[in-house]
């Protein structure tokens, strides 16, 4: 008698290359060569009598019928995946590697801690991190997880949020001292903004202040202006160069040792929001999963 589903392993590989929509990037993920990659889809197309992917000479994509095939093997193997770890219960040790990309306030001030949690809970896992202010392409560079700040424009990701980080404006005592304290947004036109670029834009990024309901936005000047490096902002005020906007979870330490000082705490509240991003349709791991879990948890 025949095995009727003998070409799972071949349907693995799909998955993969559907994934990457690369047949050179999926060959490099499973240690093999392209051309291994290549027969296996070309054997997989011809038992099923379709076609999965629109080649070219630079560009791969599903056809319909393909990314029909692509989501419903996904669900059907985390469906695999889903009954075996059930059936093995407190047996099964969770184990893989994810690769994340984190911007550099969170990857610094707000990840630590938690991924100390995490990984003490799933001491088999390995996490690769990427903490940089560039906005990575999940799907082409192979990222499981990217947790990103503000406002996200519509995509085919899946936005989880984290939390709705508050703003805090703050400066040196001795900068303070030297130039006086601002008792009001319009006295800030008389102080030494230290502003950011952001990079994506080349825009300076506006300070953001609360009045009763009202969100106020205002762009400081730019007589210093940092670029690539959002913290350098802090760095320098706390050195005494002017006044910056962060948030809170990276300014509170230093304001509890002295080393700078809140401003304008009339109009502070404004937050801003981190989501946690992943593709849509991805083969997800285990391992992926569980950080999704822990981290849209409150790390519990």
């Given amino acids: ?37 290549s027969r296996t889809i070309t054997r997989l197309e011809k038992k099923l009598g379709i076609q999965f992917f629109r080649r070219t000479t630079r560009h791969l994509s599903l056809t319909e019928a393909g990314q029909l095939y692509y989501e419903k093997m996904q669900h059907a193997f985390q469906l695999i995946d889903h009954a075996e770890r059930v059936v093995q219960g407190e047996q099964l040790q969770i184990s893989g590697k994810i690769k994340l990309s984190v911007p550099t306030t969170y990857g610094h001030y707000r990840l630590p801690p938690l991924l100390e949690k995490f990984l003490l809970q799933y001491p088999d896992i390995q ?43 703050v400066a040196s005592p001795n900068y303070l001292k030297r130039v006086g304290i601002p008792q009001s947004l319009e006295e800030l036109n008389h102080h030494q903004g230290i502003a950011f670029e952001l990079p994506s834009s080349g825009k300076i990024t506006p300070w953001f202040f609360k009045d009763v309901d009202q969100e106020i936005q205002w762009t400081p000047t730019n007589r210093i202006l940092v670029k690539e490096d959002i913290l350098g902002v802090v760095s320098l005020a706390e050195s005494g160069l002017g006044i910056c906007q962060s948030y809170s979870f990276i300014v509170n330490e230093k304001i509890r040792q002295g080393k700078l000082l809140p401003l304008l705490e009339a109009y502070a509240g404004h937050t801003r929001p981190f989501s946690l991003l992943y593709a849509q349709h991805k083969h997800m791991s285990s391992a992926t999963r569980a950080l999704i879990n822990f981290l849209c948890s409150d790390g519990e």
């Fill in 1 to 37: 008698m025949s095995r009727q589903f003998d070409h799972l392993a071949d349907v693995e590989v799909f998955l993969i290359v559907a994934e990457k929509l690369s047949i050179s990037a999926a060959a490099i993920h499973l240690s093999t060569t392209p051309s291994v990659i």
């Fill in 127 to 169: 996490i690769e991190i990427s903490i940089s202010n560039r906005n990575v392409d999940l799907i082409a560079e192979g990222f499981d997880l990217a947790i990103r700040q503000g406002h996200l424009p519509n995509s085919s990701l899946v936005a989880r949020p984290l939390e709705l980080a508050p703003l805090q404006l």
